[in-house]
């Protein structure tokens, strides 16, 4: 019977040992125990397909080309010449790795027969940066796009003037052709540049 | 034996149950076309571009007992930057904007109010203590240039806590 009692006491206090083990570690791993969730956030960048085209100019920028009528009977009318305008072209181009653009001009207008308006762009000069257009030297000018500058990738030539490709015009007579239809009238046209994909 | 197995039991589950602090994350952030601009033709994009604050990060814990017995409780939330696909002159940085709300007065947060670089390796980012609501935070990305094409690219931000 003893022996009974002791062993309800011993388990008593076996399992109030057990319990008090239980509340220390309960606290202690309240207190003390290291947290370490964490969690995630996604931070997506899409750079966009960018092409902006700008001419820049101090003062104005028209250009204008006036024949000179001939003081001697029999000598031809001078008419041509080339004129600088301080005219740049800026633009900035975002576009997927291996493709290009270029820079087409093109005359909305009638030129009158027998004239040929050319037109060049330097290379880039200035602040820009990325892979710049190339020039495609002097290019006649008509009423269908004509490439003025290729090889355009991602870039930006720096805006403004002085930034970008300076253009020039020229003015050429064909003289069969002018003598044959021109007449003596003023004759204006525009100069349309667009930055497009190089397919 | 049987009492060993039940405080076993016990054991794993108070050690399961004590990792019940979380940091949560909620809304989201995307840099795209309208976010950063070219101005003008010839120009580059914008040096710095932030994002809209519309990220909160929430420190809570689901265990009443946690909530009851120890509110004070103290932490710290480091941030880390693991790409998915990223161009390395892009710079990813992060603040914290505002402290939000706590349910009792004795929340706090400290740090992490000027713009820090989230690099591949796990860096402080701000501590406090107690359960805290919607903290703002914003993200800024840096280093963008026309001159690296079209693209799209993407990375996990991952706030871990810690216990004090």
Known sequence: MTFVLLDS?????KHKGAFL?????????RLCLGI??????????????????????DGNSNIEFIGTSSSVAGSKIEMGGEATADIWLNYSSVCHKNQKRKVTATVVGEVPEGVIIKVKADNSVGTGKGELGKTNGTVVLSNNPSDVISGIGSCYTGSGAHNGHLLSYQLEIDEEMFYQASENKFASVHVVYTLTDDN | MKVTSV????????????????????????????????????????????????????????????????????????????????????RLEIVRTGDGYGQKNNHKVYDGTTYQYIGENSWYFFRGRGIIYDIPIQLRLSGLSVTQGAQDFETNVILTIYDD
């Open chain 1, 9 to 13: 006491n011993f388990s008593n206090m």
């Open chain 1, 21 to 29: 083990v239980i509340i220390m570690l309960f606290l202690l791993t």
């Open chain 1, 36 to 57: 370490d969730k964490n969690t995630e956030h996604k931070a997506s960048v899409v750079i966009p397909d960018v092409a902006l085209l700008s001419l820049q100019f």
């Open chain 2, 7 to 90: 405080l076993v039991f016990l054991l794993l589950g108070l050690l399961a149950s004590a990792q019940q602090m979380e940091v949560r994350v909620d809304g989201a952030v995307s840099f795209d076309g309208a976010t950063f601009a070219v101005t003008e033709a010839g120009e580059d994009f914008a040096f710095g571009v932030e994002s809209e604050s519309s990220l909160w990060i929430s420190i809570d814990t689901n265990d009443y007992w946690d909530k009851k017995v120890n509110p004070n409780r103290k932490w710290w939330v480091e941030v880390v930057r693991e790409d998915l696909t990223w161009n390395d002159d892009v």
